[in-house]
């Protein structure tokens, strides 16, 4: 049979170099690109365009890593990962990191074998519920149905939530948050639960946002951020200081707009100079370019800029800083220093 | 001289294994063993050299941690505290469920079906045929989302109960309630009931201690029994056997005298009788159920994601198992017709009583293989969230705990020991029907 | 004696049938109103017709074309009910492509016009004999137009043949039938391991002639749907034949190793099959395999359909009357030879009918890679959804996609229907 010939023909084309060994910094640089997981559809955080481009606030990081170690924003693989294929695609190196909201827990980080390596949203569960129910406390929820999105720790702190207030409610598993949303528009359930950023997002595109209210509770704490592979601590710290560069650039005031003329020569802040590498070796000792925090940075900006531009006040998802305000501003985004 | 006719002595050559058709089969049969072996020995190197690398082990321990979710629809006691084992158990139970309410259906519209487009009326015949079509060359996954959504979409929310005057109200005296979560039917309720019995209760826990009135809670034993339905049927069985009783007696009276006595009204009394005083002891009343807070309480309460699953795939199979009565039907040949015909006997009567008894033995091998279709189908009940055993053990578990490996060779043996269970009771029924040719 | 005669001498002139049943009435009467069950089930089909035509007809003519998002159509509409077409221009092309780059859409179409062209001489005899050739070729031309990259790829791969072939030829008289079919065996394994990957590689050095490369992970929609089910079963046929040939044997182990494949397969749903490839595949691969996901997919649906095929060919070889076997070891032909020159080429023919309902259920079937994150129709369905332009459109899209999944499936079980009708009068 001469359609045999698929079997070798596929495996000689499915066979990728990807080779998983441990120095994932030299694999990506071999290999110009760097394959980074996303969610497969997060308004804000991770969605294609109309042209099938890659945007949001998760995605943001996906490209500064991308741009501080090949020095291109554009040559990342943009992986979807749902819920149940994200860790397998980061374990089986599929994937050189994941951004993709994911929780910080005990088990993912030390049974599951993964390095989180900063946070970079902090977030927790809320619900939302419909105006004319008149509902004013997540307490007042006794025999609601509630949509809940499967795949992530929702389920687990919606439980406990009930459980430990005594509380009775009809669960609906839904696997994503475009049918959640049609089946809590359609009013097949009374609640819907996410993290609060999703909520909001979400309330955001429905024609009567004004009918719907997000509860004050916050059940759960989810504090969100890249992982990479336990072991490689190299590309951990590659992946872990792109993020705190752009944590830091916020605090000391480098933008999108003056990254390119502090970077010019040393100014006389030693700090702006030791991240923008224009002194001491920084760039060197995680083995990239001096300049990979200027690359980095004029991608998109710092953090306060990418989430301007993502998922701020000013766009359709309308998140405000809360939390994830510098601490200078009373929140909790606090880079160690680059020293 | 007998030296000179003995054949020569044969010594075994090494090239005999191959080229001596006496060995050669075993030496194919050693070779694909070994290939086989090694092919094995190969993947479970990989995976545990994979595994070792992720710094995972294997082991089943993870199902006996506390589950941690919750599982709408359980025909056992469960809670976020029950193990992953309950969880996988529950889901399982769910499975059986839709799996024989949907073979149940399936048959009877697919009998309906196909006997419907041999209909001579050319307008029925035509709609089952475009009916039959639509069904089967369309992803059933795509039934089951957009049964899901029809669902949803079209039917009322509770709310819209409420109020003053309410925008949709209950059907059938106020005791059905159709709403975009599910259908709330009457419940049978008994209020002298005699409680349930615990199967495997342990002793010392304390939800095994009796309360006042003598019941244990919700939490003891394995899983719990109704007494109440177990009298039940017991009584309406031994009824049917009554019955037929009284119908092998009316059989044999009608062979030996050619007149058949009338027992219907004895056989629905020994039927009915019993089954009523007995209801009527266990104090049988319906519950109806009623709008309370967020959602109807009270009352049986059927999930929409259970029902969308169930009609799709009943009407999904349906049109497959219509195609394989039509065809039965078509092989058997149009002799039986005529002469049963000629017998003076109506068409309903040809069908029922010469056609598709005849027609039965060709239908039922294809038939099982689509009972075990629909079986394996419904693990796409996780496209409408209904907490089948793939929702449950291959999804929130799974996710949860990471434990791929474990979680989806569970799945699959399940699955399989359904599959074979299935086979094997449908093989044992097609045995026993099978024509005995002399 | 009078004159009386008996006999007519002319016909009695032919009479109009009864107008009851005759006509168009007569029609009605006979295949409509037969009697009273009849006429109430016809009133009963008839309302429904008309309900649902009724009930569709206005929903489905509805001038929403241009509209840009669900908002725009609830203007358009201005509080009617109707669908809301604009989903369906804005994105049947993504609904098709998926992301593949829409400057390259060429070569996806050129290949499934090409893939017709190949079957076309398997599925009508009476086409020329001579296009089977291309049939031959377009195993490598498929791959390659899809997924891009050199040319000298496919070439070495397809070279790999060619070799098993000359091996054949010359060795067999060198060395004997056996050591000609074991060097048929492994000169092309050893060439495809080892010697394919770096001439190609050098060949394509030297003369660059190469499509641009698009990834996998960028294909989506029907033409996801299509490369599964086209690959799968094109794989699974000679897998499915070997199996059969397995489980037919006499031999106990080679048995029960197919029996027990096959039975595996068939009796876990696909959907476990495919977690198997979204989650475990490479950690049975060695250490450093990376398939993608699309790859790892096709993999474990090929399985899957190659039990099913193997099913479909042991129900052909079943249905060759025992005759032709015999007939076969008289004529003195070894296992392999009776197989290629009398069993198969009959057995096969009879199993096209088969062969054809397989793909049409794998075919359906791929619309559950969904479930593990693929963007097929139904995958692409949900991201739709949640742009927020068309946030709430249900039927148009399920529509669609139920449209295009019916006009496949249904014309190729006519055809597979045509084909049985046509072997049932060639072979009784």
Known sequence: MKKTVFVGALAVAGLSAGIAAADTLADVQARGKLNCGVATGVPGFAYTDANGDWQGFDVAVCRAVAAAVLSDPTAVEFVPTTGKTRFTALASGEIDMLARNTTWTFSRDVDLKFDFIGINYYDGQGFMVSKELGVSSAKELDGATVCIQTGTTTELNLADFFRINNLSYEPVPIETNAEAQQQYLAGACDVYTTDASGLAATRASFEDAANHVILPEIISKEPLGPLVRHGDNEWGDVVRWTLNALIAAEELGVTSANVAELASAAGNNPEINRLLGTEGTLGEMLGLDADWAVKALSVSGNYGEVFEKNIGETTPIGLARGLNAQWTSGGLLYSPPFR | ?438 | MTDIKFVRDAMVEEQEPPAATAGFVGWIRGNLFSSTLNAILTILSGGFILFVISALLPWIISPTWNAGSLRECHEILAGHEGACWGVIRERWLQLLFGFYPSELYWRVVLDFVLLIVAVAPVLFTGLPRKMLAFSAIYPFLMPWLLWGGTVWLPIAVAFGFVLGFLAHRFAKPIIGGLGGAILAFLVPVVWWLFLAGPVSGGLASVLPLALETVESRNFGGFMLSITIGVVAIAISLPIGIVLALGRQSDLLIVRSLSVGFIEFIRGVPLITLLFVASTLLNIFMPPGTDFDIIMRVIIMVTLFASAYMAEVIRGGLAALPKGQYEAADALGLNFWMSQRLIIMPQALKISIPGIVSTFIGVFKDTTLVSIIGLLDPIGLSTTIRADQNWNGIVWELYGFIGLLFFIFCFSMSRYSMFLERKLQTGHR
């Not at chain 2, 309906?112 to 089952?128: D, T, Y």
């Not at chain 2, 949803?152 to 109020?163: D, H, M, Q, S, V």
């Not at chain 2, 003053?164 to 309630?177: G, H």
């Not at chain 2, 009204?265 to 007995?278: A, D, K, M």
Request: aromatic share 10%; charged share 15%.
């Open chain 2, 1 to 438: 001289m007998t030296s000179l006719t003995d054949p020569p002595k044969e010594s075994f050559r090494l090239g005999m294994l191959i080229y001596d058709t006496r060995y050669r089969s075993l030496t194919i049969q050693v070779v694909a063993l070994i290939g086989f072996m090694i092919f094995a020995a190969w993947l479970i190197n990989n995976t545990l050299v994979n595994l070792a690398v992720q710094g995972k082990s294997i082991g089943f321990g993870f199902l006996s941690d506390p589950a941690g979710y919750d599982i709408n629809q359980r025909l056992l006691d469960y809670n976020s505290q029950s193990t992953h084992w309950r969880a996988a158990f529950v889901g399982l139970l769910n499975t059986l469920l839709v799996a024989f309410l949907g073979c149940i259906t399936a048959t009877v519209i697919g009998v309906l079906v196909g006997i419907l487009r041999l209909s001579n009326n050319w307008l029925v015949a035509r709609l089952m045929t475009i009916y039959v079509e639509m069904f089967r060359n369309v992803p059933v996954l795509l039934w089951i989302v957009f049964t899901m959504a029809i669902l949803i979409e079209t039917l009322p929310a509770p709310r819209a109960f409420r109020g003053e005057n309410p925008e949709a109200s209950m059907v059938l005296f106020d005791s059905v309630a159709f709403t975009n979560r599910g259908v709330y039917l009457p419940e049978a309720l008994f209020s002298r009931g005699l409680g349930d019995m615990p199967i495997f209760p342990d002793r010392d826990s304390p939800a095994c201690q009796p309360t006042e009135d003598g019941s244990v809670e919700d939490g003891c034993g394995v899983f719990q029994i109704s007494l109440d339905l177990i009298l039940i049927l017991a009584v309406f069985g031994a009824g049917l056997y009554g019955s037929s009783v009284i119908r092998k007696r009316a059989d044999r009276i009608q062979n030996q005298t050619g007149d058949r006595p009338t027992t219907w009204y004895l056989r629905l009394g020994v039927v009915s009788i019993p089954t009523l005083i007995v209801l009527a002891a266990l104090g049988f009343h319906l519950g109806y159920p009623a709008l309370k807070g967020f959602n109807f309480q009270g009352g049986t309460y059927l999930r929409n994601s259970l029902i969308a699953l169930w009609l799709a795939l009943s009407l999904y199979t349906a049109a497959f198992i219509a195609e394989i009565v039509r065809a039965g039907i078509l092989a058997i040949s149009k002799g039986q017709t005529e002469a049963a015909s000629a017998l003076g006997l109506r068409s309903n009567r040809i069908m029922s009583l010469v056609i598709l008894p005849q027609a039965l033995r060709v239908i039922i091998p294809p038939l099982i293989s689509n009972y075990l279709n629909l079986t394996k189908n419904s693990s796409l009940a996780i496209a409408v969230g209904y907490m089948d055993i793939t929702g449950t053990l291959g999804g929130i578990t799974m996710n949860q705990t990471g434990r791929e490996l474990e979680c989806v060779l569970l799945l699959m043996l399940v699955y399989l020991a359904i599959s074979l269970t299935i086979s094997a009771v449908m093989n044992w029924y097609n045995e026993s029907v099978k024509l005995v040719e002399r």
